[in-house]
Protein backbone atom coordinates (compact mmCIF):
# COMPACT_ATOMS: atom_id res chain seq x y z
CA UNK A 1 0.00 0.00 0.00
CA UNK A 2 1.62 3.41 -0.73
CA UNK A 3 0.00 6.77 -0.08
CA UNK A 4 -0.12 9.60 -2.36
CA UNK A 5 2.10 12.49 -1.16
CA UNK A 6 1.42 15.82 -2.33
CA UNK A 7 3.97 18.24 -2.92
CA UNK A 8 3.70 22.31 -3.78
CA UNK A 9 6.38 24.46 -4.36
CA UNK A 10 5.99 27.54 -2.78
CA UNK A 11 8.08 30.60 -2.60
CA UNK A 12 9.65 32.25 0.19
CA UNK A 13 6.81 35.02 0.82
CA UNK A 14 4.90 35.86 3.33
CA UNK A 15 1.30 33.80 3.59
CA UNK A 16 1.92 31.50 0.88
CA UNK A 17 1.80 28.11 3.68
CA UNK A 18 -1.60 29.72 4.67
CA UNK A 19 -2.71 30.55 1.17
CA UNK A 20 -2.35 26.27 0.35
CA UNK A 21 -3.73 25.83 4.09
CA UNK A 22 -7.14 27.28 3.93
CA UNK A 23 -7.59 26.72 0.12
CA UNK A 24 -7.55 22.90 1.39
CA UNK A 25 -9.37 23.74 4.62
CA UNK A 26 -12.20 25.81 2.79
CA UNK A 27 -12.75 22.80 0.73
CA UNK A 28 -13.00 20.06 3.31
CA UNK A 29 -9.79 18.53 2.99
CA UNK A 30 -7.85 17.40 5.66
CA UNK A 31 -3.70 17.42 6.00
CA UNK A 32 -2.83 14.39 8.22
CA UNK A 33 1.27 15.02 7.94
CA UNK A 34 3.31 17.63 6.47
CA UNK A 35 6.70 19.15 6.08
CA UNK A 36 8.52 22.21 4.44
CA UNK A 37 11.67 21.32 2.57
CA UNK A 38 13.46 24.64 2.34
CA UNK A 39 16.22 26.54 0.72
CA UNK A 40 17.29 30.09 0.88
CA UNK A 41 14.63 31.24 -2.01
CA UNK A 42 11.69 28.75 -2.34
CA UNK A 43 10.52 25.92 -0.31
CA UNK A 44 8.88 22.63 -1.15
CA UNK A 45 5.87 21.73 1.05
CA UNK A 46 4.78 17.87 1.04
CA UNK A 47 2.37 17.00 2.55
CA UNK A 48 -0.39 13.59 3.36
CA UNK A 49 -3.38 14.47 3.18
CA UNK A 50 -7.23 12.65 3.20
CA UNK A 51 -8.60 13.36 -0.11
CA UNK A 52 -5.26 13.28 -2.34
CA UNK A 53 -7.30 13.10 -5.79
CA UNK A 54 -9.11 15.91 -4.84
CA UNK A 55 -6.62 17.89 -2.87
CA UNK A 56 -4.30 17.71 -6.18
CA UNK A 57 -6.95 19.18 -8.35
CA UNK A 58 -7.52 22.05 -6.58
CA UNK A 59 -4.15 23.04 -6.09
CA UNK A 60 -3.69 22.86 -10.29
CA UNK A 61 -7.00 24.61 -10.65
CA UNK A 62 -5.50 27.38 -8.26
CA UNK A 63 -2.19 27.44 -10.16
CA UNK A 64 -0.19 25.46 -7.55
CA UNK A 65 2.82 23.98 -8.88
CA UNK A 66 2.04 20.67 -7.72
CA UNK A 67 2.56 17.39 -8.00
CA UNK A 68 2.08 13.79 -6.40
CA UNK A 69 4.85 11.45 -5.05
CA UNK A 70 4.24 7.83 -4.01
CA UNK A 71 5.47 7.47 -0.36
CA UNK A 72 4.67 4.93 2.50
CA UNK A 73 3.59 5.77 5.59
CA UNK A 74 3.62 3.20 8.77
CA UNK A 75 2.21 3.21 12.17
CA UNK A 76 4.70 2.69 15.10
CA UNK A 77 4.76 2.89 18.61
CA UNK A 78 4.79 6.75 20.31
CA UNK A 79 7.25 5.43 22.47
CA UNK A 80 11.03 5.43 23.08
CA UNK A 81 12.91 3.66 20.64
CA UNK A 82 9.63 3.41 18.31
CA UNK A 83 11.61 4.72 14.97
CA UNK A 84 14.84 2.75 15.67
CA UNK A 85 12.96 -0.44 15.16
CA UNK A 86 11.83 0.30 12.04
CA UNK A 87 15.14 2.28 10.82
CA UNK A 88 17.17 -0.69 11.85
CA UNK A 89 14.54 -2.98 9.38
CA UNK A 90 14.76 -0.36 6.69
CA UNK A 91 19.29 -0.53 6.65
CA UNK A 92 19.85 -4.27 7.33
CA UNK A 93 17.83 -4.85 4.58
CA UNK A 94 19.51 -2.10 2.85
CA UNK A 95 16.68 0.22 1.61
CA UNK A 96 17.42 4.03 1.11
CA UNK A 97 15.69 6.55 2.29
CA UNK A 98 15.16 10.02 0.26
CA UNK A 99 13.40 11.76 2.99
CA UNK A 100 11.24 11.62 5.81
CA UNK A 101 8.56 13.05 8.19
CA UNK A 102 6.98 12.12 11.63
CA UNK A 103 3.26 12.93 12.59
CA UNK A 104 1.70 12.28 16.30
CA UNK A 105 -1.55 10.74 16.14
CA UNK A 106 -3.69 12.60 18.79
CA UNK A 107 -6.17 9.95 19.18
CA UNK A 108 -4.11 6.75 19.24
CA UNK A 109 -1.07 5.81 20.62
CA UNK A 110 0.85 5.80 17.21
CA UNK A 111 2.85 7.95 15.51
CA UNK A 112 2.81 8.34 11.90
CA UNK A 113 5.85 8.24 9.85
CA UNK A 114 6.39 8.94 6.27
CA UNK A 115 9.01 7.43 3.85
CA UNK A 116 10.11 8.32 0.50
CA UNK A 117 12.34 5.30 -0.05
CA UNK A 118 14.25 5.50 -3.24
CA UNK A 119 12.61 2.15 -4.30
CA UNK A 120 9.22 2.36 -3.02
CA UNK A 121 8.20 -1.48 -4.32
CA UNK A 122 11.42 -2.70 -2.89
CA UNK A 123 10.89 -1.00 0.66
CA UNK A 124 7.12 -2.11 0.92
CA UNK A 125 7.86 -5.77 0.83
CA UNK A 126 11.02 -5.22 3.30
CA UNK A 127 8.54 -4.12 5.42
CA UNK A 128 5.73 -6.10 5.14
CA UNK A 129 7.94 -9.15 5.63
CA UNK A 130 9.04 -7.50 8.68
CA UNK A 131 5.50 -7.17 9.90
CA UNK A 132 5.52 -3.26 9.28
CA UNK A 133 1.99 -1.94 10.02
CA UNK A 134 1.94 0.15 6.94
CA UNK A 135 -0.66 2.78 6.53
CA UNK A 136 -3.71 2.28 3.90
CA UNK A 137 -5.34 5.05 1.66
CA UNK A 138 -8.63 4.25 3.12
CA UNK A 139 -7.32 4.35 6.91
CA UNK A 140 -5.54 8.13 6.35
CA UNK A 141 -9.35 8.72 5.42
CA UNK A 142 -10.47 7.90 8.79
CA UNK A 143 -8.04 9.15 10.55
CA UNK B 1 59.55 67.59 -25.24
CA UNK B 2 57.15 65.02 -26.05
CA UNK B 3 54.27 65.61 -29.31
CA UNK B 4 50.96 67.11 -28.49
CA UNK B 5 49.54 65.07 -31.67
CA UNK B 6 50.43 61.96 -33.72
CA UNK B 7 49.33 63.14 -36.86
CA UNK B 8 49.53 67.04 -36.44
CA UNK B 9 48.62 67.69 -40.48
CA UNK B 10 45.60 65.62 -40.31
CA UNK B 11 44.32 66.15 -36.83
CA UNK B 12 44.26 70.05 -37.46
CA UNK B 13 43.30 70.38 -40.92
CA UNK B 14 41.00 72.92 -41.47
CA UNK B 15 37.33 71.47 -42.08
CA UNK B 16 37.34 71.65 -46.28
CA UNK B 17 40.45 69.34 -46.25
CA UNK B 18 38.93 66.97 -43.58
CA UNK B 19 35.97 67.02 -46.17
CA UNK B 20 37.94 66.24 -48.76
CA UNK B 21 39.67 63.08 -47.18
CA UNK B 22 36.10 62.01 -46.71
CA UNK B 23 34.89 62.40 -50.22
CA UNK B 24 38.26 60.60 -51.12
CA UNK B 25 37.73 57.95 -47.97
CA UNK B 26 33.79 57.46 -49.24
CA UNK B 27 34.97 56.56 -52.70
CA UNK B 28 37.62 53.78 -51.93
CA UNK B 29 34.92 52.35 -48.99
CA UNK B 30 32.23 52.29 -52.22
CA UNK B 31 34.74 50.82 -54.42
CA UNK B 32 35.44 48.31 -51.80
CA UNK B 33 31.45 47.74 -50.67
CA UNK B 34 30.72 46.62 -54.48
CA UNK B 35 32.80 43.66 -54.12
CA UNK B 36 30.87 42.08 -51.31
CA UNK B 37 27.40 39.95 -51.39
CA UNK B 38 25.62 42.38 -49.24
CA UNK B 39 26.68 45.98 -50.97
CA UNK B 40 27.16 44.43 -54.18
CA UNK B 41 22.87 44.41 -54.60
CA UNK B 42 21.98 46.88 -52.00
CA UNK B 43 23.91 49.50 -53.53
CA UNK B 44 23.19 48.78 -57.31
CA UNK B 45 19.24 48.57 -56.21
CA UNK B 46 20.15 52.42 -54.52
CA UNK B 47 21.13 52.71 -58.61
CA UNK B 48 25.16 53.30 -56.92
CA UNK B 49 27.09 51.40 -59.31
CA UNK B 50 30.19 53.26 -59.29
CA UNK B 51 32.51 55.93 -56.70
CA UNK B 52 32.60 58.51 -59.15
CA UNK B 53 29.06 59.34 -58.35
CA UNK B 54 30.36 60.62 -55.20
CA UNK B 55 32.00 64.12 -55.41
CA UNK B 56 31.10 66.18 -52.42
CA UNK B 57 30.30 65.55 -48.87
CA UNK B 58 26.56 65.64 -48.88
CA UNK B 59 26.37 62.70 -51.53
CA UNK B 60 26.57 60.75 -48.17
CA UNK B 61 23.20 60.66 -47.85
CA UNK B 62 22.15 59.18 -51.40
CA UNK B 63 23.72 56.21 -49.69
CA UNK B 64 21.42 54.01 -47.47
CA UNK B 65 21.97 52.73 -44.02
CA UNK B 66 23.37 49.59 -42.92
CA UNK B 67 21.68 47.96 -39.95
CA UNK B 68 22.50 45.34 -37.05
CA UNK B 69 20.38 42.77 -38.82
CA UNK B 70 21.96 43.46 -41.98
CA UNK B 71 25.48 41.90 -40.48
CA UNK B 72 23.31 39.34 -38.91
CA UNK B 73 21.41 38.64 -41.90
CA UNK B 74 24.82 38.27 -43.69
CA UNK B 75 26.40 36.68 -41.75
CA UNK B 76 29.24 34.82 -41.79
CA UNK B 77 30.86 36.19 -45.55
CA UNK B 78 28.51 38.67 -46.86
CA UNK B 79 30.09 41.96 -46.08
CA UNK B 80 33.90 40.14 -46.87
CA UNK B 81 35.07 42.15 -49.54
CA UNK B 82 38.58 40.50 -49.68
CA UNK B 83 39.57 36.78 -50.21
CA UNK B 84 39.77 34.94 -47.25
CA UNK B 85 43.48 34.19 -47.61
CA UNK B 86 44.31 38.19 -46.93
CA UNK B 87 42.06 38.37 -43.66
CA UNK B 88 44.59 38.26 -40.40
CA UNK B 89 41.97 38.94 -37.96
CA UNK B 90 38.64 37.89 -37.48
CA UNK B 91 36.34 39.78 -34.35
CA UNK B 92 32.77 38.68 -34.16
CA UNK B 93 30.38 39.06 -31.56
CA UNK B 94 27.39 36.83 -29.72
CA UNK B 95 23.89 37.35 -31.53
CA UNK B 96 20.81 38.69 -29.62
CA UNK B 97 19.23 35.85 -31.32
CA UNK B 98 22.13 33.08 -31.48
CA UNK B 99 23.18 34.63 -34.92
CA UNK B 100 26.53 36.52 -34.16
CA UNK B 101 28.28 39.25 -36.34
CA UNK B 102 31.82 39.32 -37.58
CA UNK B 103 33.77 41.90 -38.77
CA UNK B 104 37.20 40.81 -40.93
CA UNK B 105 40.65 42.69 -40.55
CA UNK B 106 43.39 42.67 -43.50
CA UNK B 107 47.03 43.61 -42.16
CA UNK B 108 46.14 47.39 -43.90
CA UNK B 109 43.28 47.30 -42.04
CA UNK B 110 44.85 46.59 -38.36
CA UNK B 111 47.75 48.55 -38.96
CA UNK B 112 45.07 51.67 -39.84
CA UNK B 113 43.22 51.06 -36.55
CA UNK B 114 46.10 50.58 -34.59
CA UNK B 115 46.83 54.21 -36.02
CA UNK B 116 43.74 55.64 -34.90
CA UNK B 117 44.03 54.02 -31.92
CA UNK B 118 47.77 55.53 -31.33
CA UNK B 119 46.48 59.24 -32.37
CA UNK B 120 43.64 58.50 -29.26
CA UNK B 121 46.35 57.74 -26.75
CA UNK B 122 48.80 60.57 -27.27
CA UNK B 123 45.68 63.19 -27.80
CA UNK B 124 44.78 62.06 -23.60
CA UNK B 125 48.60 63.21 -23.20
CA UNK B 126 49.64 59.19 -22.60
CA UNK B 127 53.21 58.23 -24.60
CA UNK B 128 56.12 56.42 -25.13
CA UNK B 129 57.59 55.72 -21.20
CA UNK B 130 54.23 55.34 -20.16
CA UNK B 131 53.63 51.76 -18.70
CA UNK B 132 49.84 50.53 -19.62
CA UNK B 133 48.10 48.25 -18.12
CA UNK B 134 45.29 46.90 -20.24
CA UNK B 135 41.99 45.48 -18.28
CA UNK B 136 39.84 45.36 -21.18
CA UNK B 137 39.03 42.02 -22.02
CA UNK B 138 41.13 40.26 -24.82
CA UNK B 139 38.97 38.11 -27.22
CA UNK B 140 37.01 38.02 -29.69
CA UNK B 141 35.71 41.45 -27.80
CA UNK B 142 37.61 44.35 -29.38
CA UNK B 143 38.30 46.11 -26.19
CA UNK B 144 41.34 44.73 -25.17
CA UNK B 145 42.85 44.16 -28.43
CA UNK B 146 42.07 47.40 -30.41
CA UNK B 147 44.09 49.14 -27.52
CA UNK B 148 46.75 46.60 -27.73
CA UNK B 149 48.22 47.43 -30.79
CA UNK B 150 47.47 51.06 -30.60
CA UNK B 151 49.58 51.52 -27.89
CA UNK B 152 52.39 49.27 -28.84
CA UNK B 153 52.59 51.54 -31.83
CA UNK B 154 52.74 54.55 -29.09
CA UNK B 155 55.77 52.63 -27.70
CA UNK B 156 53.89 52.34 -24.97
CA UNK B 157 55.34 49.44 -22.37
CA UNK B 158 52.13 47.21 -22.88
CA UNK B 159 51.10 44.88 -20.03
CA UNK B 160 47.76 42.73 -21.75
CA UNK B 161 46.41 41.34 -18.58
CA UNK B 162 43.23 41.55 -19.99
CA UNK B 163 39.98 42.01 -17.38
CA UNK B 164 39.35 40.19 -14.06
CA UNK B 165 41.15 39.18 -10.95
CA UNK B 166 41.50 42.03 -9.30
CA UNK B 167 43.91 41.34 -6.57
CA UNK B 168 46.43 40.34 -9.73
CA UNK B 169 45.49 43.47 -11.21
CA UNK B 170 46.64 45.57 -8.78
CA UNK B 171 49.64 43.51 -7.51
CA UNK B 172 50.59 43.64 -11.27
CA UNK B 173 49.86 47.94 -11.08
CA UNK B 174 52.47 47.87 -8.22
CA UNK B 175 54.95 45.53 -9.19
CA UNK B 176 55.68 46.96 -12.25
CA UNK B 177 54.68 50.82 -12.02
CA UNK B 178 51.32 51.05 -14.13
CA UNK B 179 50.94 54.63 -15.15
CA UNK B 180 47.80 53.91 -17.38
CA UNK B 181 45.67 51.95 -17.70
CA UNK B 182 41.71 51.10 -19.97
CA UNK B 183 39.39 49.54 -18.16
CA UNK B 184 35.11 50.17 -18.04
CA UNK B 185 34.26 52.90 -15.45
CA UNK B 186 32.18 50.39 -13.18
CA UNK B 187 35.12 48.58 -12.97
CA UNK B 188 37.88 50.70 -11.99
CA UNK B 189 35.14 51.54 -8.94
CA UNK B 190 35.74 47.74 -7.94
CA UNK B 191 38.92 48.32 -8.40
CA UNK B 192 39.42 51.15 -6.27
CA UNK B 193 37.33 49.10 -3.28
CA UNK B 194 39.77 46.50 -3.68
CA UNK B 195 42.68 48.50 -3.10
CA UNK B 196 40.87 50.32 -0.10
CA UNK B 197 40.27 46.70 1.27
CA UNK B 198 43.74 45.40 0.70
CA UNK B 199 45.79 47.25 3.06
CA UNK B 200 48.26 49.90 2.10
CA UNK B 201 46.05 51.73 -0.58
CA UNK B 202 46.87 53.57 -2.99
CA UNK B 203 50.61 53.70 -1.64
CA UNK B 204 52.82 52.32 -3.82
CA UNK B 205 50.80 52.90 -6.94
CA UNK B 206 52.22 55.26 -9.93
CA UNK B 207 48.90 55.38 -12.11
CA UNK B 208 48.29 59.05 -13.64
CA UNK B 209 45.85 58.26 -15.80
CA UNK B 210 43.06 55.55 -16.87
CA UNK B 211 41.17 55.44 -20.82
CA UNK B 212 37.25 54.52 -19.68
CA UNK B 213 34.62 53.42 -22.22
CA UNK B 214 31.96 50.33 -22.84
CA UNK B 215 29.95 51.59 -20.73
CA UNK B 216 27.70 54.43 -20.44
CA UNK B 217 28.62 56.88 -17.48
CA UNK B 218 28.26 60.20 -16.16
CA UNK B 219 30.35 63.03 -15.63
CA UNK B 220 29.85 62.64 -12.03
CA UNK B 221 31.17 59.11 -12.15
CA UNK B 222 34.32 60.66 -14.46
CA UNK B 223 35.14 63.08 -11.15
CA UNK B 224 34.41 60.45 -8.79
CA UNK B 225 37.07 58.00 -10.37
CA UNK B 226 39.49 60.94 -10.84
CA UNK B 227 39.09 61.58 -7.07
CA UNK B 228 38.97 58.18 -6.12
CA UNK B 229 42.90 57.73 -7.39
CA UNK B 230 43.79 61.07 -7.94
CA UNK B 231 44.23 60.50 -11.43
CA UNK B 232 42.78 61.43 -14.96
CA UNK B 233 40.12 59.90 -16.82
CA UNK B 234 39.71 59.71 -20.63
CA UNK B 235 36.43 59.08 -22.15
CA UNK B 236 36.21 56.50 -25.34
CA UNK B 237 33.52 55.45 -27.97
CA UNK B 238 34.19 52.55 -30.52
CA UNK B 239 32.10 49.38 -31.18
CA UNK B 240 32.70 45.89 -32.92
CA UNK B 241 31.33 47.04 -35.92
CA UNK B 242 33.09 49.90 -36.67
CA UNK B 243 36.48 48.36 -35.19
CA UNK B 244 36.54 48.83 -31.78
CA UNK B 245 37.64 51.52 -29.37
CA UNK B 246 39.00 54.37 -30.81
CA UNK B 247 35.88 55.77 -33.05
CA UNK B 248 36.20 59.13 -30.98
CA UNK B 249 38.35 59.96 -27.96
CA UNK B 250 38.71 62.66 -25.60
CA UNK B 251 42.10 64.73 -25.64
CA UNK B 252 43.64 66.45 -22.76
CA UNK B 253 40.51 68.75 -22.04
CA UNK B 254 38.24 65.94 -21.39
CA UNK B 255 35.64 67.86 -22.67
CA UNK B 256 33.38 65.14 -25.63
CA UNK B 257 35.07 62.98 -27.75
CA UNK B 258 36.87 64.13 -30.91
CA UNK B 259 35.55 61.95 -33.79
CA UNK B 260 38.75 60.75 -36.30
CA UNK B 261 36.94 62.24 -39.00
CA UNK B 262 39.24 61.07 -41.82
CA UNK B 263 38.83 57.41 -40.86
CA UNK B 264 34.82 57.73 -39.95
CA UNK B 265 32.53 59.43 -41.09
CA UNK B 266 29.93 60.37 -38.12
CA UNK B 267 26.30 61.48 -38.84
CA UNK B 268 23.37 62.33 -36.15
CA UNK B 269 19.95 61.52 -37.30
CA UNK B 270 16.55 61.64 -35.96
CA UNK B 271 16.13 57.82 -35.66
CA UNK B 272 11.98 57.87 -36.71
CA UNK B 273 13.00 59.72 -39.79
CA UNK B 274 16.38 58.99 -41.01
CA UNK B 275 16.69 62.66 -41.50
CA UNK B 276 20.23 64.29 -41.00
CA UNK B 277 20.32 66.40 -37.62
CA UNK B 278 22.72 69.76 -36.93
CA UNK B 279 25.06 70.02 -34.48
CA UNK B 280 24.12 70.20 -30.91
CA UNK B 281 20.71 68.19 -31.37
CA UNK B 282 20.33 65.11 -30.33
CA UNK B 283 19.81 61.50 -32.24
CA UNK B 284 20.92 58.63 -33.21
CA UNK B 285 25.07 57.96 -34.09
CA UNK B 286 25.50 56.94 -37.93
CA UNK B 287 28.97 56.14 -38.81
CA UNK B 288 30.87 55.21 -42.35
CA UNK B 289 34.33 53.08 -41.92
CA UNK B 290 36.57 54.74 -44.31
CA UNK B 291 39.69 52.54 -43.01
CA UNK B 292 38.84 48.91 -43.27
CA UNK B 293 38.68 47.04 -46.69
CA UNK B 294 37.70 43.70 -45.48
CA UNK B 295 34.61 44.82 -43.98
CA UNK B 296 33.47 47.78 -45.45
CA UNK B 297 30.13 49.38 -43.17
CA UNK B 298 28.34 52.35 -44.43
CA UNK B 299 25.88 54.51 -42.78
CA UNK B 300 26.06 52.07 -39.93
CA UNK B 301 22.98 52.67 -37.05
CA UNK B 302 24.86 52.05 -33.96
CA UNK B 303 21.38 52.69 -32.07
CA UNK B 304 23.49 54.95 -29.99
CA UNK B 305 22.17 58.49 -28.83
CA UNK B 306 24.09 61.68 -28.99
CA UNK B 307 24.89 64.71 -29.90
CA UNK B 308 27.74 66.57 -31.95
CA UNK B 309 29.59 70.00 -31.26
CA UNK B 310 31.69 71.74 -33.87
CA UNK B 311 33.13 74.27 -31.32
CA UNK B 312 36.86 74.62 -31.57
CA UNK B 313 38.38 72.83 -29.05
CA UNK B 314 41.08 74.37 -27.26
CA UNK B 315 43.31 71.77 -28.23
CA UNK B 316 43.45 73.00 -31.62
CA UNK B 317 42.04 69.55 -33.07
CA UNK B 318 39.68 70.35 -35.96
CA UNK B 319 37.16 66.96 -35.56
CA UNK B 320 33.94 67.27 -34.41
CA UNK B 321 33.20 66.51 -30.78
CA UNK B 322 30.54 63.64 -29.81
CA UNK B 323 28.64 63.88 -26.52
CA UNK B 324 28.89 61.03 -23.96
CA UNK B 325 26.38 58.56 -25.38
CA UNK B 326 22.94 59.60 -23.87
CA UNK B 327 20.67 56.32 -24.26
CA UNK B 328 19.75 53.44 -26.75
CA UNK B 329 17.05 53.73 -29.46
CA UNK B 330 17.05 49.76 -29.14
CA UNK B 331 16.64 48.33 -25.39
CA UNK B 332 20.19 46.40 -25.33
CA UNK B 333 21.65 46.84 -21.41
CA UNK B 334 24.94 47.60 -20.85
CA UNK B 335 26.36 45.21 -17.83
CA UNK B 336 29.43 45.50 -16.35
CA UNK B 337 30.89 46.68 -19.81
CA UNK B 338 28.70 43.71 -21.25
CA UNK B 339 26.11 44.31 -24.16
CA UNK B 340 23.01 42.27 -23.33
CA UNK B 341 19.46 42.35 -25.28
CA UNK B 342 16.87 41.23 -22.92
CA UNK B 343 15.75 39.01 -26.29
CA UNK B 344 19.17 37.18 -25.37
CA UNK B 345 17.92 35.74 -22.03
CA UNK B 346 14.77 34.69 -22.98
CA UNK B 347 16.10 32.97 -25.63
CA UNK B 348 18.08 30.67 -23.28
CA UNK B 349 15.19 30.68 -20.57
CA UNK B 350 12.03 29.97 -22.85
CA UNK B 351 13.99 26.77 -24.44
CA UNK B 352 14.40 25.13 -20.84
CA UNK B 353 11.06 23.21 -20.32
CA UNK B 354 10.57 23.38 -16.73
CA UNK B 355 9.93 27.24 -17.33
CA UNK B 356 7.13 29.03 -17.79
CA UNK B 357 5.65 32.18 -19.56
CA UNK B 358 6.75 34.91 -17.37
CA UNK B 359 10.13 36.18 -16.79
CA UNK B 360 11.65 39.38 -15.43
CA UNK B 361 15.09 40.81 -15.15
CA UNK B 362 16.45 43.04 -12.40
CA UNK B 363 19.49 45.19 -12.55
CA UNK B 364 20.93 46.66 -9.41
CA UNK B 365 24.47 47.92 -8.26
CA UNK B 366 26.21 45.91 -5.82
CA UNK B 367 29.00 47.95 -4.96
CA UNK B 368 30.78 49.65 -8.28
CA UNK B 369 29.35 46.36 -10.26
CA UNK B 370 26.28 45.86 -11.84
CA UNK B 371 24.12 42.68 -10.62
CA UNK B 372 21.62 41.07 -13.06
CA UNK B 373 18.55 38.77 -11.13
CA UNK B 374 16.95 36.73 -13.54
CA UNK B 375 13.58 35.90 -12.03
CA UNK B 376 11.82 33.08 -13.49
CA UNK B 377 8.17 31.48 -13.08
CA UNK B 378 8.57 27.36 -13.06
CA UNK B 379 5.96 25.99 -15.36
CA UNK B 380 3.42 23.99 -13.44
CA UNK B 381 3.57 21.26 -15.29
CA UNK B 382 6.55 20.20 -15.49
CA UNK B 383 7.03 20.42 -11.08
CA UNK B 384 8.25 16.93 -10.42
CA UNK B 385 7.22 17.47 -6.74
CA UNK B 386 11.24 17.55 -5.60
CA UNK B 387 13.13 19.89 -4.32
CA UNK B 388 16.58 18.97 -5.71
CA UNK B 389 14.47 19.09 -9.09
CA UNK B 390 13.97 22.78 -8.72
CA UNK B 391 17.82 23.23 -7.26
CA UNK B 392 19.39 21.75 -10.21
CA UNK B 393 16.82 23.75 -12.15
CA UNK B 394 18.64 27.26 -11.08
CA UNK B 395 21.97 26.03 -11.26
CA UNK B 396 21.04 25.09 -14.90
CA UNK B 397 19.24 28.65 -16.24
CA UNK B 398 22.51 30.09 -14.19
CA UNK B 399 25.35 28.25 -15.90
CA UNK B 400 23.63 28.47 -19.23
CA UNK B 401 22.74 32.24 -18.82
CA UNK B 402 26.60 32.65 -17.74
CA UNK B 403 28.13 30.54 -20.85
CA UNK B 404 26.20 32.43 -23.18
CA UNK B 405 25.94 36.32 -22.15
CA UNK B 406 29.34 36.08 -20.00
CA UNK B 407 27.77 37.25 -16.75
CA UNK B 408 26.99 35.66 -13.64
CA UNK B 409 23.58 36.13 -12.99
CA UNK B 410 21.38 35.02 -9.40
CA UNK B 411 18.45 33.38 -10.76
CA UNK B 412 15.13 33.15 -8.68
CA UNK B 413 12.44 30.57 -9.34
CA UNK B 414 9.04 31.87 -8.68
CA UNK B 415 5.47 30.08 -8.45
CA UNK B 416 3.73 30.39 -11.63
CA UNK B 417 1.52 33.08 -11.82
CA UNK B 418 3.99 35.30 -9.41
CA UNK B 419 6.00 37.57 -11.52
CA UNK B 420 3.94 40.63 -11.86
CA UNK B 421 1.81 40.59 -15.33
CA UNK B 422 1.62 44.32 -17.05
CA UNK B 423 -1.25 44.86 -19.69
CA UNK B 424 -0.17 44.81 -23.09
CA UNK B 425 3.67 44.85 -23.30
CA UNK B 426 4.74 43.38 -20.06
CA UNK B 427 7.50 45.24 -18.21
CA UNK B 428 10.73 42.39 -18.37
CA UNK B 429 13.51 44.84 -17.57
CA UNK B 430 13.56 46.47 -14.18
CA UNK B 431 17.05 48.77 -14.11
CA UNK B 432 17.39 49.75 -10.34
CA UNK B 433 20.66 51.15 -11.27
CA UNK B 434 21.37 55.06 -10.69
CA UNK B 435 20.19 56.74 -13.99
CA UNK B 436 23.56 58.42 -15.13
Redo the contacts between chains.
Keep these: MRLK ?3 V ?3 N ?1 KG ?1 LQDVCSLLGSNGINMRALTI ?1 E ?1 E ?4 L ?1 MVVDKSDQAIDLL ?1 KN ?7 DVVAVEVEDKPGGLAGILKIISDNDVNIEYMYGFVEKFSDKALLVFRFEDTDHAQRILNENGVSIVAEKDIQGL | MTEKFWNKEIETAPRDQIEKLQVQGLKKVIQWALDTPFYGKKLKKSEINSPDDFNCIADLTKLPFTTKDDLRNNFPRGLLAVDMSEVVRIHSSSGTTGIPTVIYFTQDDVNRWSDIVARSIIATGARKGDIFQNMMTYGLFTGGLGLHYGAEKVGMTVIPVSSGNTKRQVQIMKDFQSTVVHATPSYLMHLHSVIEQSGPGLAGLALRKTFVGAEPHSENTRLKIEEMFGIDAYNSYGLSELNGPGVAFECEFKDSMHVWEDAYIVEIIDPATGQQLPAGEEGEVVLTNLIRQATPLIRYRTRDLAYLTNEPCRCGRTHQRLSRITGRTDDMLIINGVNVFPSQIEEIIMQIPEVGTNWQICLDKDGALDKLTVNVE ?3 KM ?5 SQ ?2 KLRSRIKEELRASIVINPIV ?7 LPVSEGKAKRVIDNRPKI
Design positions: QISFLEKRATSFGVRRDFAANVT | IYSFSGDAIERLHEPGF
